[in-house]
């Protein structure tokens, strides 16, 4: 057993952006069920994708395979969309503007140890005695914006389980990889639902769910001889996680149940790299919101993303030679999600003059953060160093037929990673949990 990794103190952050992400969460929430809803638009923006990559082609077959199940609960309105997202942004220094990383829908994790490190940086401020601290202006304690990132998931899933239409009351499955490491984020996640909402969770595997579960003649989703209301989805954003078909079965499974799916296949396809480039050209989001004022809210945080479908296209041949020129500029990105998967650099230079299957591909505008020093801690071990930071707002959405019963934002994660470094994520090694304190 290791410690999460962790950033000894608060990275100062400036307040009126922090806010303004806050406040875009529950637009982000609503617009991105919207999408998910939107079955048309998600098949034709990721069907030139899938055609080079199988696994956002494998959940397009499980999306086609379970659209009856889906009409017939939309047609009953006992259909429902629980949604726990993440946005993730960086600050870009040369505009002082906070730009969109991306926006998860599946797996949106460090809810827990988000709120734990928030707590932990409150006792270092308030216990100090090091002069280091005590003089920080900095580091004031009345900046440190409270965090309860824990109770609002646990909240959402909880609440999600005890209405549940047809199995009020049912227990929570919570889908794991066999051998997370990452398990006390989400162990209490688990807690606080039993504490606060006295919903029991089951962990279970893919393979596990796809030997063990069944359903009844009203859909209702048993395993193990336990009903069961909520699904939530800690593995199975990667293709790693589907070892053999059974997983695959399992995930039709699911989507054919009554349990409510956090996330459906359809949301997990509307947080894909490649709706998100889609939704940022002209007139797409607008279609979403409710109103052009959500759109332009949501548009300041739009960096500059770009299709490569078409490279026959004037514009893209354009990109594509510009970014083969300034390669420093931008991110490649293909349709993955867990971290380390995005090319940088030389890597990305080489991939675009392949011209190779470029469909499965966007390229990004490259983020250029504010450069920090911080004090990691990793292995018990600490290092001072020049560092950058991503910060990311939850947000929890429930939908329940045609009311939205729950839209928040609902707490918030920073990750500060070694400046020098390209990826950012936590689990996958490159970043520590961190988190803001204002300016
Ligand atoms: P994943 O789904 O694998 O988390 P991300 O889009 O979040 O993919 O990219 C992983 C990491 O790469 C981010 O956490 C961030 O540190 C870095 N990154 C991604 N996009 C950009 C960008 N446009 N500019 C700078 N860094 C980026
Ligand atoms: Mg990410």
């Not at 827990?112 to 308030?126: A, P, Y």
């Not at 398990?183 to 909402?197: E, F, G, M, S, V």
């Not at 006295?198 to 048993?222: C, F, P």
């Not at 609902?410 to 803001?436: N, Q, W, Y």
Request: glycine residues 6%.
């Amino acid at each position: 057993m290791v410690h999460a990794p962790f950033s000894l103190l608060p990275m100062p952050y400036p307040k009126q952006t922090f806010l303004l992400a806050k406040q875009a969460a529950t637009v982000f929430n609503q617009v991105i069920d919207r999408v998910a809803e939107d079955e048309e638009y998600l098949h034709r923006v990721l069907s030139p994708a899938a055609q080079f990559d199988s696994f956002t082609a494998k959940l397009l077959d499980v999306h086609k395979a379970t659209s009856s199940e889906r009409a017939a609960r939309r047609k009953a309105q006992t259909d429902t969309c629980l949604a726990i997202t993440r946005s993730d942004y960086m600050l870009h220094s040369p505009t002082n503007g906070l730009l969109q990383v991306e926006l998860n829908t599946i797996a949106s994790s460090f809810g827990c140890l988000s709120t734990l490190v928030g707590r932990m940086h409150r006792h270092i401020l308030e216990f100090s005695d090091d002069d280091t601290i005590t003089t920080n202006k900095a580091l004031l304690l009345e900046n440190l914006p409270d965090n309860n990132a824990m109770d609002e998931i646990a909240d959402a899933l909880g609440t999600a389980a005890k209405h549940h239409h047809n199995t009020p009351g049912g227990v929570m499955v919570m889908v794991v990889q066999p051998g997370e490491r990452n398990a006390y984020d989400q162990r209490w996640l688990q807690l606080r639902i039993w504490q606060r909402h006295g919903v029991k969770t089951l962990r279970r595997s893919l393979a596990e769910i796809s030997a063990r579960g069944s359903l009844d003649s009203q859909q209702r989703l048993s395993i193990d001889g336990e009903l069961v209301s909520v699904v939530y989805f800690r593995a199975g954003y990667t293709p790693d996680d589907y070892f053999t078909e059974a997983e695959w079965e399992a995930r039709v499974l699911l989507e054919k149940s009554a349990a409510t799916c956090c996330p459906t296949v359809g949301l997990q396809l509307a947080g894909a790299k490649k709706i998100q480039q889609d939704l940022a050209a002209p007139g797409v989001v607008e279609k979403y919101t409710l109103n052009i004022k959500e759109a332009e809210l949501l548009r300041t945080f739009f960096a500059g993303l770009w299709s490569l479908d078409d490279v026959n296209d004037p514009t893209t041949a354009d990109i594509i030679s510009e970014a083969i020129k300034h390669p420093e500029g931008y991110v490649l990105k293909p349709q993955r999600e867990g971290g380390g998967n995005n090319l940088y650099g030389d890597a990305l230079k080489a991939r675009l003059e392949s011209k190779k299957d470029l469909g499965a591909l966007i390229l990004m505008q490259r983020i250029l953060p504010p450069i920090n020093k911080a004090i990691m801690v990793r292995n018990g071990e600490s290092h001072e160093i020049e560092t950058l930071s991503e910060l990311g707002i939850y947000g929890t959405y429930l939908r329940q037929g045609q009311e939205v019963v729950m839209n928040r934002d609902a707490g918030h994660l920073v990750r500060t990673k070694a400046a020098t470094s390209d990826e950012g994520g936590v689990a996958a090694g490159f970043a520590v949990l961190d988190s803001p304190i204002f300016y």
